[in-house]
């Protein structure tokens, strides 16, 4: 068992301005923990946290990962939680590139196709639409209509992104209706299944897992 990522650096005011590991992050962890064979064979050339927050997601896939010659980008818009992801790879002896922008605004047409592995804990809370979009804390769980408009606005990208062997996964609740997601990628090419679930309180929490399907 791969342990979780030190956030020891990580203080209480920091958590005011980024979004703290949660139940969420711990089923990702446990997730990449069970898909950590699939991950090696693969052997990721360049990869791609959407999203990184605190950085604790990127830091476990790259020990699963080990000694790879992968390439990590990391993405977030909140300029605090950059600067979070940085300290943490920093602290967890992982080398990473972070960017300060909104999902995967600049990667395109210059990475198009490049990315072997993608993954994305996104705001899925249903909220109001105007809480959508903010480049603070809130960005890290507000998720609009259905808790969906931010995921809705990054799924046509990734049939853009991922290269021929690439793989996508994504954290969902039972209310953002995963089913529907996953018929919308089945129609851009991509078979899904579901890692893992687990009841959080009153959420259910998926980990759903795309790849390119095969003809």
């Given at each position: 068992?791969?342990?979780?990522?030190?956030?020891?650096?990580?203080?209480?005011?920091?958590?005011?301005?980024?979004?703290?590991?949660?139940?969420?992050?711990?089923?990702?962890?446990?997730?990449?923990?069970?898909?950590?064979?699939?991950?090696?064979?693969?052997?990721?050339?360049?990869?791609?946290?959407?999203?990184?927050?605190?950085?604790?997601?990127?830091?476990?896939?790259?020990?699963?990962?080990?000694?790879?010659?992968?390439?990590?980008?990391?993405?977030?818009?909140?300029?605090?939680?950059?600067?979070?992801?940085?300290r943490t790879a920093k602290h967890?002896?992982?080398?990473?590139?972070?960017?300060?922008?909104?999902?995967?605004?600049?990667?395109?047409?210059?990475?198009?196709?490049?990315?072997?592995?993608?993954?994305?804990?996104?705001?899925?809370?249903?909220?109001?639409?105007?809480?959508?979009?903010?480049?603070?804390?809130?960005?890290?769980?507000?998720?609009?209509?259905?808790?969906?408009?931010?995921?809705?606005?990054?799924?046509?990208?990734?049939?853009?992104?991922?290269?021929?062997?690439?793989?996508?996964?994504?954290?969902?609740?039972?209310?953002?209706?995963?089913?529907?997601?996953?018929?919308?990628?089945?129609?851009?090419?991509?078979?899904?299944?579901i890692v893992k679930t687990?009841?959080?309180?009153?959420?259910?929490?998926?980990?759903?897992?795309?790849?390119?399907?095969?003809?």
């Open positions: 068992m791969l342990p979780t990522p030190d956030l020891s650096h990580l203080k209480r005011q920091d958590y005011e301005h980024i979004y703290e590991p949660a139940e969420d992050t711990f089923l990702f962890l446990d997730a990449f923990e069970d898909e950590a064979l699939f991950l090696k064979e693969l052997q990721p050339k360049i990869s791609l946290e959407i999203g990184s927050g605190s950085g604790c997601v990127t830091a476990f896939v790259a020990k699963i990962l080990g000694e790879s010659n992968c390439l990590k980008f990391c993405t977030d818009i909140n300029p605090r939680a950059t600067r979070a992801t940085k967890n002896q992982v080398s990473v590139e972070i960017i300060e922008t909104h999902l995967i605004s600049g990667l395109l047409p210059r990475l198009q196709g490049q990315f072997d592995l993608i993954y994305f804990n996104p705001p899925y809370v249903l909220t109001p639409s105007e809480e959508v979009g903010s480049n603070s804390v809130e960005a890290a769980w507000a998720g609009g209509i259905d808790g969906r408009e931010v995921i809705d606005e990054l799924l046509p990208y990734i049939k853009c992104l991922l290269s021929s062997i690439g793989v996508f996964y994504m954290v969902v609740i039972n209310e953002n209706k995963p089913d529907e997601i996953r018929n919308i990628m089945r129609q851009d090419g991509f078979d899904s299944s687990r009841l959080a309180g009153r959420e259910k929490l998926f980990i759903l897992k795309f790849v390119r399907a095969t003809l």
